[in-house]
């Protein structure tokens, strides 16, 4: 029988057969920044924010299978500017106007940004031309912000069992689409109360009349970084999902 | 005593929010005084910078012509040139019209919008041409340092000159780090 | 909204062709862009709910592959290989051209429907090119002259069928066979020897044989094979190869630009390929084989579909293969549809599936879970043509040709600046000198081994060799003479990458298009050494952090280049600190333009 052990950084984390690195982290209550993982959701290794070494290979956490005696290095400098670069990418990608944006001080890629000390964008920005669907009575889309983690596309199918979203297009000219004759949030099957309209890790899927609700100062990630949110709050979600 | 450090300071296509919130400062501005004297800036009303300028902020992104020529004598006074604030950072705001053809925004505006009355374009040599997309500053000249936020609080602003003037790397802790 | 029964019964009818099947989606499709030059939103529609899929499903793969559209094409789409040597040759040029004599633009489709014309990625004609597509047929060896009468056949509207069947012509072209070329096996050769010594001793040959894959990879064909029939073990270590179906999948999906063998292969080796196909069948245990065909290889179906069929009769596929019991197999052709990306193994399993061609993650392997989830061995077309040889003349045949750790011979696509382009076989061990004296290349600036996701060397290293322990390569050799720019060739390679990233993961997607920005402003002359820094770590970045092998390989081109031409950038640097990435003046043109102004207040300099 194996003790079932790897090490994260140097420290012994427990693991259950079956997990990923990520699940193993998650409920060692370790932080391993992602931006695409939820326990609720299968894993589909899309952002590449969780890339760690594993016995000195480059993995993303949250695929990887958790084996005997792994050696994980995560909290290095390298892995750090890694996501630096990755969350950089993803600002310029987009639009991403943080002054303007109901998300703004409760979105992760933004406190993922403030973790690893963005401070500038370092490449120029792409401005690409997306398109908002305001029809929805209760949920707004707005594909400027979209950075297609398909966190909504995963929740819609495994959680809510419908077929709201999909990613459409190829390469930087990916989109998100809506299931509906259409094309629009109205028409679709997607309610407020569904996780797709609720796990949206940015602005994209906001639901209507509740921006700005919260002062700035006291929103989730004004005063807690990102680390510490996470693991408290995944850590119990981990545990309900898979034990 | 060192010599004072020279600040110039400008908004481009700002608001100059971020020149307010540098005031929030509040009464630390008399220990600022200390440290540092002011070249170019609207506070000054200084229209050009000197020579030698050690520390440039400028806020606001690229809209135009003279926004160009105007961030360039900064480039070239200053050592240190800093974005200050989301417009420089990334166009901020304004670059919402990077969305809708320039064409489209000055017909808008000056030909077919509501309510216009003797529809042409301003052609006054000394009115600033519209660049066709707003740009943050690093996209047109080498940048030192970022200073992200809309804006910058005082602190943040007291925490990076301070440092500079001690000459540090600026570094921000965690709770003076925002976008927004 | 209307439309007409017989559209709708079109469309039905080609789905139940298909016999509803989702793994069929893009084969559905195909059909459907053909017949209407599009996927219309009521065909896409239609398919979607016969299949019962999601029609966001259903529009994600056509917005996925580059050969279908939902805008409407025109009835003759004329596409251009934007391949470096096609440019070289001239595509660009001859596209003006026929863009002027057609009065319409790449990229668009003229106003009375009748034709459209648009550049796709290499069309593995690099050896006969400036070439092309019509309807999805080859167009080779393009010229003014053959220009000047595709537009007179289009103006008549004479249907592709008619055309002069010299314009589509396509030769072989082997300059220099060798062990594979030289001796092909009698049909049924291969199997009637597995079945007289038995699959292990087959296998053992293989084995003996040394044979690594020829897709690039070099993975021990041998050993792939044994682990897929061996097949996966459940998590408390038990095995469950008693409930697994296997499957056997040829990669025939040769997209990396330069690369041309399997065009032959399958244009005159086929039989020996399918039996190689059907030998592995034998060995691991499956009963299903699928040719995944790239969809710019067309022209070659028919034929290979007749091989198939004769195949069969002759009871080499089917039921009880030569009279063995319980061996049974048989292979459906599949075709692409566009899209590089599906030359990488899963990726082209989800293809096989009807889905959008994104690389699954690794583990599981496809040899524990490929196609359908079940274990699958996906080999190149050059390996199952070995594979078909070593089982018919043995294993010490082949491994005593080549070096120690790459066995056999290596079938090669030699395109570029050299007098004899074409295919040439060596043994592994070959200098590229010799190989560039060979085909007629002289004052060589660099040579791209293994194409755009290989490396680029120049002179200093011709004395290197082929083979997986010095320089791999699937089979791309671009030959580049002096004349040449250096980084023309890498922003060819990078706008490649940039056009085939599926778009799945951050660093390829994002990367690979700032990667492309960067080196246009390089060539554009708007760079200073400045640039050079944040190009190399960026390249670097891309490389080490991407989910697949094209986002790891995609920047490529830029390290390849920055390490053996650095002076290529130096020379285009200008000598201040920095540099707009944009043009500075021709970004007021719309203001001055619209106040009528043109003084000198008006312009600025970059």
Not at chain 1, 206 to 234: L, N
Not at chain 3, 228 to 257: Q, W
Not at chain 3, 396 to 416: E, N, V
Not at chain 3, 486 to 502: G, K, P, Q
Request: charged share 25%; glycine share 10%.
């Amino acid at each position: 029988m194996s003790e079932n052990t790897l090490t994260i950084d140097g420290k012994p984390v427990h693991f259950k057969d079956g997990d990923t690195i990520m699940e193993a982290a998650i409920r060692a209550g370790i932080y391993i920044p992602h931006l695409c993982h939820d326990p609720e959701l299968k894993p589909q290794g899309n952002c590449k924010m969780c890339e760690v070494k594993v016995n000195g290979r480059n993995c993303s956490a949250c695929t990887f299978p958790a084996a005997e005696g792994q050696k994980v290095l995560n909290n290095i400098k390298e892995l750090n500017e890694n996501r630096r670069i990755i969350v950089q990418m993803l600002f310029v990608e987009g639009n991403h106007l943080c002054p303007g944006c109901e998300k703004s001080g409760n979105c992760k890629l933004q406190a993922i940004a403030y973790s690893v000390g963005m401070m500038e964008y370092r490449f120029p920005l792409i401005y690409p031309k997306r398109e908002m669907d305001t029809s929805h009575p209760d949920i707004l889309l707005d594909r400027n912000r979209c950075i297609f983690c398909e966190m909504c596309v995963r929740a819609g199918r495994e959680v809510d069992g419908k077929e709201v979203f999909a990613i459409s297009g190829r390469g930087i000219g990916n989109h998100l689409i809506v299931n509906s004759p259409s094309g629009l949030l109205k028409d679709s099957l997607l309610e407020v109360t569904d996780k797709a309209a609720n796990v949206c890790p940015v602005g994209a899927i906001i639901i209507k009349r509740h921006g700005f609700e919260v002062p700035i100062g006291q929103r989730i990630y004004d005063k807690k970084q990102i680390a510490e949110v996470s693991v408290a709050t995944e850590k119990v979600l981990e545990e309900k999902v898979h034990g | 005593m060192a010599e004072k450090l020279k600040i110039a300071t400008t908004s481009l296509g700002g608001c100059f929010g971020c020149h307010m919130s540098f005031l929030d400062i509040d009464e630390r501005i008399i220990d600022l005084f200390d440290l540092v004297e002011f070249d170019r800036s609207p506070l000054t009303d200084i229209k050009h910078c000197s020579e030698y300028v050690d520390i440039g902020l400028i806020e606001g992104g690229v809209c135009n012509s003279e926004n160009v020529h105007t961030l360039r004598e900064f480039r070239k006074s200053c050592k240190v040139l800093i974005a200050v604030g989301a417009c420089a950072i990334n166009g901020g705001l304004p670059a919402l019209r990077n969305f809708i053809p320039l064409e489209e925004c000055l017909a808008e505006s000056y030909l077919t919008g509501e309510g216009i009355d003797n529809p042409q374009i301003p052609s006054d040599i000394e009115l600033p041409l519209l660049l066709d997309k707003v740009h943050p500053i690093h996209e047109l000249v080498k940048v030192d340092y970022f200073l992200p936020g809309c804006p910058p609080s005082g602190n943040a602003f007291w925490r990076f000159i301070t440092d500079l003037a001690a000459g540090k790397t600026p570094t921000l802790p965690y709770d003076l780090v925002h976008y927004d | 909204m209307t439309w007409s029964e017989s559209k709708q019964e079109k469309v039905l009818a080609i789905v139940s062709k298909h016999e509803i099947r989702q793994t069929r989606l893009l084969q559905i499709l195909r059909e459907v862009q053909d017949e209407f030059h599009c996927v219309p939103k009521n065909a896409l529609e239609i398919v979607a709910a016969e299949l019962g899929l999601a029609r966001t499903k259903v529009e994600g793969v056509v917005q996925f592959y580059s050969l279908l559209s939902l805008e409407q094409q025109g009835r003759f789409h004329i596409l251009f290989s934007d391949s470096i040597t096609d440019q070289f040759q001239g595509s660009r040029e001859l596209m003006d051209y026929l863009s002027a004599k057609l009065g319409v633009k790449p990229g668009q489709t003229r106003s009375d429907g009748k034709v459209s014309l648009g550049f796709t990625s290499c069309t593995g004609l690099c050896d006969q090119g400036p070439a092309g597509l019509v309807n999805g047929h080859w167009l080779s060896r393009l010229n003014e002259s053959r220009i000047d009468r595709i537009v007179d056949l289009v103006e008549r509207e004479v249907p592709v069928s008619s055309w002069p069947l010299e314009f589509f012509h396509v030769e072989d072209n082997i300059q220099s066979p060798g062990l594979l070329l030289q001796s092909p096996i009698d049909q049924g050769e291969a199997l009637k020897q597995l079945v007289r010594e038995g699959f292990e001793e087959i296998f053992m040959e293989i084995n003996r044989s040394g044979l690594r894959g020829r897709g690039g990879a070099g993975f021990e064909t041998a050993w792939k094979w044994r682990f897929c029939a061996e097949g996966p073990e459940d998590y408390s270590g038990s095995s469950l190869v008693d409930k697994n179906e296997r499957f056997v999948v040829c990669n025939a999906d040769e997209g990396e630009p330069g690369t041309f063998k399997d065009r032959i292969l399958l244009n005159s080796y086929a039989h020996q390929v399918f039996e190689g196909m059907t030998v592995c069948a034998g060995i691991v245990g499956a009963k299903q084989g699928f040719l995944y065909l790239r969809g710019e290889y067309l022209r070659l179906r028919p034929q290979l579909e007749a091989i198939l069929a004769n195949r069969r009769a002759k009871n080499f596929l089917g039921k009880s293969i030569l009279g063995r019991n319980g061996f049974d197999f048989d292979i459906e052709i599949h075709m692409g549809a566009g899209a590089y990306v599906c030359g990488e193994e899963s990726a082209l399993i989800e293809s096989l599936e009807g889905k959008r061609g994104v690389p699954r993650v690794r583990p599981p392997y496809p040899i524990d879970r490929g196609y359908l989830d079940q274990p699958t061995v996906v080999n190149n077309v050059e390996t199952f043509a070995a594979v078909a040889a070593i089982a018919a003349y043995g294993g010490a045949w082949f491994a005593t040709q080549g070096t120690d750790k790459s066995k056999g011979s290596k079938i090669i696509s030699i395109s570029g600046d050299c007098e004899r382009p074409g295919i040439y076989e060596y043994d592994f061990g070959i200098s590229i000198a010799e190989i560039l004296m060979d085909c007629g290349a002289e004052n060589t600036l660099a040579v791209q081994v293994g194409g755009p996701s290989g490396g680029i060397i120049s002179g200093k290293e011709y004395h290197r060799k082929l083979a997986f322990e010095d320089l791999g390569t699937g089979g791309s050799f671009m030959i580049f003479n002096k004349k040449r720019d250096v980084l023309e060739i890498v922003r060819n390679f990078t706008h490649f990458f940039a056009h085939e990233s599926c778009g799945f993961c951050t660093p390829c997607r994002v990367g690979t298009t700032l990667l492309k920005n960067e080196v246009d402003k390089i060539c554009d002359g708007h760079a200073t050494s400045l640039d050079l820094v944040g190009l190399s770590s960026l390249a670097k970045f891309i490389k080490t952090a991407s989910h697949c092998g094209l986002g790891q390989s995609a920047a490529n081109p830029v390290l390849g280049s920055l390490s053996h031409f650095p002076q290529a950038y130096k020379d285009r640097f200008k000598d201040v600190v920095f540099e707009p990435g944009f043009d500075l003046d021709e970004s007021l043109e719309t203001a001055r333009r619209m106040s009528a102004r043109d003084d000198p207040w008006a312009h600025l300099e970059q």
